[in-house]
């Protein structure tokens, strides 16, 4: 799990901003001026209906955020919209959130 600090509160909307789309997933982000980087999860049960899934994945996503956390944008909240299930992280998705890193940072 993040730490409380890299956590995006449930009140805090994203409009605007940018996004980068990728065939499992949705990342919106926009600065915060806060000085460091928060992330928020969105999986709805359209994507499974079983909470094992779902935890699953957000663990996943949790586990590659605080491995590259040195790389995303200090200034910036995330927001992953998940789209498909999967089981582990695969080369595709892991080459997607990379990228996703690069353009963000930008």
């Not at 499992?24 to 806060?34: E, I, R």
């Not at 605080?66 to 080459?95: C, R």
Request: charged share 25%.
């Amino acid at each position: 799990m993040l730490p409380k600090l890299n956590r995006l509160p449930h009140s805090r909307r994203i409009a605007g901003g940018s996004s980068f789309p990728s065939p499992f997933f949705l990342v919106k982000y926009t600065s915060n001026g806060l000085g460091y980087p928060r992330f928020g999860i969105i999986i709805s049960k359209k994507v499974d209906k079983r909470a094992t899934i779902r935890n699953r994945i957000r663990r996943l996503l949790h586990q590659f955020i605080q491995e590259h956390m040195h790389e995303f944008s200090v200034n910036k909240d995330y927001l992953f919209i998940i789209h498909q299930p999967f089981p582990e992280l695969s080369e595709d998705i892991k080459n997607s959130l990379v990228s996703l890193i690069k353009q963000s940072s930008l």
